[in-house]
């Protein structure tokens, strides 16, 4: 099983970004997805999720931030509008079967792609 992020880089404030999760030897449409991300020194942290029909958001990325799944790719999308300075960090994708209580959880995740770097400027 292999995820594959990409899409990360260097934005100026208030601009966007796409990023991409491409699964090989998992397909998505049977699993639940997620992005998380960790910024330098500080722990992973919840961004947003889809699970069943439902997506779930950080209050951080309420309101900015799209999930979305893309069954013909086997892909899971976040697109980054409104990017703020606080927003840089490592994105990380995931897939697994979170329970829906703990789907912020980084342990409810068996399978991980290696992350993309994405830098917001002031």
């Known amino acids: 099983v292999q995820l594959q992020a990409s899409g990360g880089g260097l934005v100026q404030a208030g601009g966007s970004l796409r990023l991409s999760c491409a699964a090989s030897?998992?397909?998505?449409?049977?699993?639940?997805g997620a992005w998380f991300r960790q910024a330098p020194g500080k722990e992973r942290e919840f961004v947003a999720a889809f699970k069943g029909g439902s997506t779930y958001y950080s209050d951080a990325a309420k309101g900015r931030f799209t999930i979305s799944r893309d069954s013909a790719k086997n892909a899971v999308s976040l697109q980054l509008n409104s990017l703020k300075p606080e927003d840089t960090a490592v994105y990380y994708c995931a897939a697994g079967w979170p329970i829906t209580s703990a789907l912020m959880s980084p342990n409810q995740y068996g399978y991980w792609g290696q992350g993309t770097l994405v830098t917001v400027s002031s």
């Open positions: 030897g998992l397909t998505f449409r049977n699993y639940h």
